[in-house]
């Protein structure tokens, strides 16, 4: 398994020395310590970690799933929530933050190596896709949009779709600007002209 750079997060100091204590121990390095959620939202931007171990409680107004909630939406790190309350409804609570693992306390330095590492190998095919998935709706995006300007410049000037897409083309080269811009200021220029 890889090494991963973990930020602790549990407001008892003795449960945070244990984990670093078996973290250390199977390969990991502590890069930031918490004991609010506060503090751990903070380090958690700052650090910038491979993975984010939590209690769910904290003693603090920000509880482990407004946490969690937070630095999943930021797709900061992936969140791995523990507790000692390992109930159906306290899953469902956990599911709704956006953490990607959960164990149930008391820890065992069995758990942690897979439950990190499976975590952070599906953040970061999650992080991927969505990287992917943005990419190819911004061609699609582009796409429509250079066949909208095909569509007015045949209706306008009676080209073929060929000699259209010529004319996006030769002049995305002239300007050196990406075909879709070429194409946004023919489809804006033709609804000013009404």
Known sequence: ??????????????????????????????????????????????????A???????????????V?????TERIAPVILFSGNATADAIAVLDASGAMGFLSKPLRISDLAPTIAITVARFKELVTLETEIKSLNERMEARKLVGRAKAILMEKHGLTEREAFYRIQTQSTALNKPS???????????????
């Open 52 to 66: 984010v171990l939590m209690d769910i409680v904290l003693g603090s107004p920000l509880s482990g799933l407004d």
């Open 180 to 194: 879709h811009e070429i194409a946004r200021a023919i489809i804006t220029a033709s609804e000013l002209a009404g």
């Open 68 to 72: 969690a909630r937070t630095v999943t």
């Open 1 to 50: 398994m890889r090494h991963a750079n973990v930020l602790i997060v549990d407001d008892d100091p003795v449960a945070r020395l244990d984990l670093r204590t078996m973290l250390t121990e199977i390969g990991h390095s502590v890069i930031g310590e918490a004991d609010n959620g506060g503090q751990a939202l903070s380090l958690a931007r700052s650090l910038k970690p491979d």
